[in-house]
């Protein structure tokens, strides 16, 4: 494991699906959850809550939470130029990209997670925690923008399971 990548990750994923759909997916707070997360609630400053139906913005701050997890995950939406690219802080100083790829008819959905601490901690619970993460949670952004499935376990019956 020598020349194993800690600090960093890439996943990539093809969605039959239109661009504005996929940027909407990760950009509106109402469409967010219906594939990642239990609760979105975005701030834009001097202005209050973001709200439910439209796009956030760069500079505007989350407030992120799952099912069957007492977390909320706080950030900062650092880049979102409204068509097909969102950068935002996650995991303390992490940072995520997602771009946007119009293949076709399909987006390509390519997510970089960087700036991961290399301490064990990190290494255990955000590069390859995170990576478990949004690899289900890309196929999941997948299976609802084609199918309309949710595949997500909201169930405490069934905690630790692979979809949650």
């Not at 909320?72 to 097909?84: P, R, T």
């Amino acid at each position: 494991m020598e020349n194993f990548n800690w600090t960093q990750f890439t996943k990539k994923i093809a969605i039959k699906a239109s661009l504005k759909q996929i940027y909407d997916a990760w950009t509106i707070p109402e469409e967010i959850e219906k594939w990642f997360l239990s609760q979105a609630i975005y701030d834009r400053e001097n202005e209050g809550s973001v709200p439910r139906n439209e796009n956030i913005q760069e500079k505007d701050k989350y407030q992120w939470s799952w099912f069957l997890f007492d977390i909320v995950e706080e950030g900062d939406i650092l880049e979102a130029n409204g068509i097909d690219f969102l950068k935002f802080s996650f995991a303390g100083n992490c940072r995520v990209e997602v771009k946007l790829k119009e293949v076709g008819n399909h987006v390509v959905v390519e997510l970089s997670q960087g700036n991961i601490p290399t301490d064990d901690k990190s290494k255990k619970g955000i590069r390859l925690g995170c990576d478990s993460g949004w690899s289900f949670f890309l196929l999941n952004l997948k299976s609802v923008y084609e199918g309309g499935l949710d595949l997500r376990n909201k169930n405490p019956e069934f905690i630790g399971m692979i979809n949650n």
